[in-house]
């Protein structure tokens, strides 16, 4: 069966630092993958796509790369600040006509401590 | 402009209870989503409206959960002689119906079943 897995529920760095969110997919073939972030009491908000025939995509202090050997996806902040404090999820959509229908991960509770 | 809204935003009921759930999408977009998010669980996709097209309900858990659109635009999520492990949060998204759209997310209704 399908299966999205984050590498870990929570995840505590220090101010400055880079954090790398992990998201491993197995029995799975995406068109693309998105990162939300979702802040307690509230819904996800999306943050950046990347297609199956890209490696990397930058915004900002984001990065995210796509390894379809793999069957993985790694998020990067770079320079963290205690503001990126949130839970961070992986999102997955099929091929073809169904690829609206989004699979999430369980999500990385992401604590940046100053 | 605003954002997708939701309501109630919490909701406490007794067991065997029915329920109604309202979602506002964002104004202009074809495509609205309803979601469970249980603690400790991922977002679990319940049904997909896309304008004038029938529903992809394949991911209701039960025939006591419906959902319809109206006018295609506002929808409300029905849940019928409510159960415990119905408690959960109901997220409802809209986006603009094309692919690899990023879906926009309301707060949420968090529901309790006594």
């Known amino acids: 069966s399908q299966k999205i897995e984050q590498n870990s529920e929570a995840l505590n760095i220090q101010e400055g630092k880079t954090a790398t969110l992990t998201c491993n997919y197995t029995?799975?073939?995406?068109?693309?993958l998105q990162w939300y972030r979702q802040d307690p009491g509230r819904g996800p908000v999306f943050l950046l796509l990347?297609?199956?025939?890209?490696k990397e995509k930058r915004k900002e202090r984001l990065k995210v790369t796509f390894d379809t050997t793999l069957k993985q996806s790694l998020f990067h902040i770079t320079a963290s600040q205690p503001a990126d404090s949130a839970t961070y999820l992986c999102?997955?959509?099929?091929?073809?006509?169904?690829?609206?229908?989004?699979?999430f991960g369980k999500g990385t509770k992401l604590s940046v401590i100053p | 402009g605003a954002g997708v809204s939701q309501s109630p935003s919490n909701k406490v009921t007794e067991k065997g209870k029915d329920v109604e759930l309202r979602c506002d999408p964002i104004?202009?977009?074809?495509?609205l989503y309803w979601y469970r998010q249980s603690l400790g669980q991922g977002l679990e996709f319940l049904i997909y409206?896309?304008?004038?097209?029938?529903?992809?309900k394949s991911g209701l858990p039960s025939d006591r959960f419906s959902a319809e659109r109206t006018g295609g635009s506002v929808s409300t999520l029905t849940i019928q002689r409510t159960q415990q492990e119905d408690s959960a949060v109901y997220l409802c998204?809209?986006?603009?119906?094309?692919?690899?759209?990023?879906?926009?997310f309301g707060p949420g209704t968090r529901l309790t079943v006594l």
């Open positions: 998204a809209s986006s603009s119906g094309r692919a690899n759209n990023e879906q926009f």
């Open positions: 029995n799975y073939s995406p068109a693309y």
């Open positions: 990347i297609r199956e025939n890209e």
């Open positions: 999102a997955l959509a099929p091929q073809g006509a169904g690829s609206y229908q989004l699979t």
């Open positions: 104004s202009g977009h074809t495509a």
């Open positions: 409206f896309q304008g004038n097209s029938a529903p992809d």
